[in-house]
């Protein structure tokens, strides 16, 4: 019987862990730090290992070399950059991810988030949710003036799954749809497909990052693409925080050309936990118009049951193969 180390979170779906132990020899641990992974590691001979989608560290060499017999890594996530995908070729390491899976496309999770961070973030809903709190009613009402979506133009960059489904959301609250993807042929009605960034970018309302993140989208929305914008602008990432520029979005809060941004997503991640001074994290305590959530656009039962079924599944049939 195969042997698989599975690190991301199992614990509130018990049934799954019941029927796993019946098809393969399964550790679970939930969500190990890296020191502790290492041990798991070299203590165990794993086959495969399911890792976190979000672990508190990147996967990389100094874990691989203690898996003698690693023969591939699935995460349950579409993105890979919390695992080194250059470690993972030197030691013959397949990496295998939810990206272009048959599962992926009946995951709504992200989807459904990315869409709740816009409307939150343009009708200023976690400051309406603070103030009440503080003891406030509408005796500060003109701080909690907004906008209405129905009308408003969403400039949606990258068209895969998330930014075809956050389309469809906005369609439906009656917005203009404009979008920017060299890679796919849009068919959608509702949506206006530019041949290139900076028309989708310089007459949107509200710009959407739904990328993945590679070589090529890394760092691309630079301190240019901020310039393209209007001003009185909104943002929402959802994607990598490696996509943007960080400190370019910080000029264009601080100076108002962005009115608000709503992320669920920001650079080294893995070092948050260690090192609470992000520069982002760092502004969003003392200002208003950023809004950061810790990368939960996932993060539902649904969702979670369906990447990780799907993520044991492949290793099962490749170490069958």
Known sequence: MKKILCTAPLHFISNLQNSLIEEVDIYYENNPSFDETKKILIENNFDGWVCNPCPPYNICDDLMKHGKNLKIIATPSTGTNHINLNDALKFDI??????????????????????????????????????????????????????????????????????????????????????????????????????????????????????HLNDETKGFINEEVFSWLKNGCYFINSSRGDTINEAALL????????????????????????????????????????????????????????????????IIKYLNS
């Open 251 to 314: 000029k264009n809060l601080i100076s108002g050309k962005i009115i608000a941004a709503g992320l669920d997503v920001i650079s080294n991640e893995d070092k948050i936990l260690k090192d609470f001074s992000h520069p982002l994290i760092e502004y969003a305590k003392k200002n208003s118009n950023l809004y950061i959530t810790p990368h939960i656009a996932g993060l539902t039962f649904d969702s979670e049951y369906k990447a990780q079924v799907h993520s044991i599944n492949s």
């Open 94 to 211: 397949e990496i295998k991810s939810l990206r272009n899976s048959e599962i992926v496309n009946k995951i709504y999770s992200s989807s459904e988030f990315t869409f709740n961070l816009l409307i939150s973030t343009v009708r200023k809903f976690y400051d309406s949710i603070n103030y009440v709190r503080h003891g406030h009613w509408r005796d500060i009402e003109d701080q909690l003036r907004a906008r209405e979506l129905n009308g408003l133009t969403i400039g949606i960059i990258g068209y895969g799954r998330i930014g075809g489904n956050l389309s469809k959301y906005c369609n439906a609250f009656d917005m203009k749809v404009l979008s920017y993807d060299p890679y796919k042929k849009i068919s959608d009605s509702w949506c206006i497909q530019k041949d290139n960034m900076k028309e989708v970018v310089s007459n949107c309302d509200i710009l959407a990052i739904c990328v």
